[in-house]
């Protein structure tokens, strides 16, 4: 079992930036597909990126989020920009099982999350 670990989450104010890490145990990090997601108070858990053959973004983070990784170190990367406060959520790094594609576009209903991170807080208040 995958031990994922999500660091970088704070307190930030609106217009700024933060750069979360997530740190996968295993030798096998580099064939799975990986994510964020974001769980805000009172609400649903929320597909927020994806890094597979290509990257994939939630519509109100694109353009201002970036996803990449880093196989050598065994790390996946969440860079956010010009936060706003509903940007406001714990973020939970993903390890997929399956992930899934429709018409090019990420399938949320269809993609299957394998591993969950512990989460990290990310606030956005002035």
């Known amino acids: 079992q995958v031990q994922l670990v999500e660091s970088g989450g704070g307190l930030v104010q609106p217009g700024g930036s933060l750069r979360l890490s997530c740190a996968a145990s295993?030798?096998?990090?580099?064939?799975?597909?990986m994510g964020w997601f974001r769980q805000a108070p009172g609400k649903e858990r929320e597909f927020v990126a994806a890094?597979?053959?290509?990257?994939f973004y939630a519509d109100s983070v694109k353009g201002r989020f970036t996803i990449s990784r880093d196989n050598a170190k065994n790390t996946v990367y969440l860079q956010m920009n010009s936060l706003k406060p509903e940007d406001t959520a714990v973020y939970y790094c993903?390890?997929?099982?399956?992930?899934?594609?429709?018409?090019?576009?990420?399938?949320?209903?269809?993609?299957?999350?394998?591993?969950w991170g512990q989460g990290t807080q990310v606030t956005v208040s002035s």
């Open positions: 295993g030798r096998t990090f580099n064939n799975y597909d």
């Open positions: 890094i597979s053959w290509r990257n």
């Open positions: 993903a390890q997929y099982s399956q992930l899934f594609t429709t018409g090019g576009d990420y399938d949320v209903r269809m993609s299957r999350v394998g591993s």
